[in-house]
């Protein structure tokens, strides 16, 4: 969703302030693809805009927003849905979750914004519940819970990407199914 902190991850997870930022929705246009290293391996990451409700896009620049970050999902090994911790996931966050499961791609839920979040325990309960029963065809979906601004939760949000792409990538026997 928009203003879920994905530039600001970004930024923080390069280094540099490469990518626009700020407090109000809707600053990311354009899929942006940024080359970066992590335990000698290459990542393409992606910062996307974010997407609202199909009722609430009314412009055409939207439309091709929308367009351009559903393509990014399509071309993804991995996608990391950033959500907002300090707020409840909502029917937004399930329908593109569900987008990203519909293209048969590995899906990682990162609760950003985990340093606003004072009750982290009853919070993480309520996400990982909430998980459970609205994708309850996906089993055991990792969640990484993060601070994009403060750069907290990053080596392990990697560390699951790299997980999630094993098990993507491995093969099973037909004897074993």
Known sequence: ????GKSTLVNNIIGENRLVTGSE????????????NYKKQTFCLM???????????????????????????????????????SQNIDKQDLTIS???????????????????????????NEIVNQLGISLSQIKNIPIVFLS????????????????VNKK???RTTTGKL
Not at 1 to 4: A, E, F, I, L
């Open 1 to 4: 969703r928009p203003n879920t």
């Open 25 to 36: 929705a809707g600053i990311t246009r354009d899929s942006i693809e940024i080359e970066w």
């Open 47 to 85: 910062d996307t805009a974010g997407l609202r409700r199909k009722s609430k896009i009314t412009k055409i620049l939207e439309k091709h927003m929308v367009s351009d970050t559903l393509k990014s999902i399509k071309f993804s090994d991995v996608c990391v849905l950033l959500i907002d911790a």
């Open 98 to 124: 569900r987008m990203i499961i519909g293209e048969g791609r590995g899906i990682i839920i990162g609760a950003n914004k985990w340093d606003k979040v004072k009750d982290q325990i009853t919070v993480k």
């Open 148 to 163: 994009g601004l403060h750069s907290k939760g990053i080596e392990k949000l990697f560390d699951e990407i790299i997980n």
């Open 168 to 170: 993507l990538s491995s």
